[in-house]
C-alpha cells in the first residue's frame, strides 16, 4: 500500500497568516493526489482534486503544488472558515489512502 | 440539488451485520462511481470500499470479504453491508460520488453524505 505522511500534524496560525501543508508519499503517485478539508460533524469537502484543480466554491486562496512524491497545500491568507483539518489522498493505486491529517489551529 | 443522504448505521453486536445507505438526490447512481470512507473516533479518514472503473468493486483488506459495496439503481442508492462487525468497525461512515476524468483516469470524491454512525459493542 502507498504510505502518505503529511507534516506538521497540526499547526496554530493567525488569522490572515500563509501556512505551507506537506504531503509525502512513499513511491511516486505522479500527480495522483486530492486534498480534502474537514470540520468537526461535517461532511468532508473537496478542495483541490489533479491536476490542481479547485473543487466547486474553493476560494482562489488554497493553492496546490506538487509531483512524484512530494506535494503542498498553501492557503494564502487563513480566514477564520479555513480551520479544520486537512488530509491528502492519493488516487494512484487501490487501496486510496490518506495522509493522517493536518489540524489547523486558531492562535 | 446534488446531494447524498445517509441513512442505515447504529449500534451493532460483534460479529453481527448492519447496513448503509446513501440514497442520491440531483443525478443518477446509475451514472457514477461511488466510495466508501470511515473515520473511527479520533482517528483520520480510512478508504474502506469502492466501485469504480467499469463498475467494479475494491476494498481495504481489513474489510474484504466482510463489506459489500453495491448499488440499487431503481432506488438511486448506494448501499455498504457489514458483515461479522468488529469493534474497530466504530466509525463514521460516509459516502461519496467519485469522479474518474476521462484522460487521466484522476479520481476524486466531490459529493459528500453526512455520514452515519456505526457503533460495535457488546
Known amino acids: 500500500d502507498i504510505q502518505m505522511t503529511q507534516s506538521p500534524s497540526s499547526l496554530s496560525a493567525s488569522l490572515g497568516d500563509r501556512i505551507t501543508i506537506t504531503c509525502r508519499a512513499n513511491?511516486?503517485?505522479?500527480?495522483?493526489l486530492n486534498w480534502y478539508q474537514h470540520k468537526p460533524g461535517k461532511a468532508p469537502k473537496l478542495l483541490i482534486s489533479?491536476?490542481?484543480t479547485m473543487g466547486s466554491g474553493v476560494p482562489m486562496r488554497f493553492r496546490g503544488s506538487g509531483s512524484g512524491t512530494d506535494f503542498t497545500l498553501t492557503i494564502t491568507s487563513l480566514q477564520a472558515e479555513d480551520f479544520a483539518t486537512y488530509y491528502c489522498?492519493?488516487?494512484?493505486?487501490?487501496?486510496?489512502?490518506f495522509g493522517q491529517g493536518t489540524k489547523v489551529e486558531i492562535k | 440539488e446534488v446531494r447524498l443522504v445517509n441513512s442505515g448505521g447504529g449500534l451493532g453486536r460483534p460479529g453481527g451485520s448492519l447496513s448503509i445507505s446513501c440514497a442520491a438526490t440531483?443525478?443518477?447512481?446509475?451514472?457514477?462511481?461511488f466510495t466508501w470512507v470511515r473515520q473511527a473516533p479520533g482517528m483520520g479518514l480510512e478508504w474502506v470500499a469502492g466501485?469504480?472503473?467499469?463498475?467494479?468493486?475494491f476494498y481495504a483488506d481489513s474489510v474484504r470479504g466482510r463489506f459489500t459495496i453495491s448499488r440499487d439503481i431503481s432506488r438511486n442508492t448506494v448501499h455498504l453491508q457489514i458483515k461479522g462487525l468488529r469493534d474497530d468497525d466504530t466509525a463514521i461512515y460516509y459516502c461519496?460520488?467519485?469522479?474518474?476524468?476521462?484522460?487521466?483516469?484522476?479520481?476524486?470524491?466531490?459529493?459528500w453524505g453526512e455520514g452515519s454512525t456505526v457503533f460495535v459493542s457488546s
Open positions: 461519496a460520488r467519485t469522479v474518474m476524468t476521462p484522460e487521466d483516469y484522476y479520481y476524486y470524491m466531490d459529493v
Open positions: 440531483g443525478f443518477t447512481v446509475s451514472d457514477n462511481y
Open positions: 466501485i469504480y472503473r467499469g463498475y467494479n468493486t
Open positions: 513511491q511516486s503517485i505522479s500527480n495522483y
Open positions: 489533479p491536476p490542481f
Open positions: 489522498q492519493q488516487n494512484f493505486h487501490t487501496p486510496w489512502t
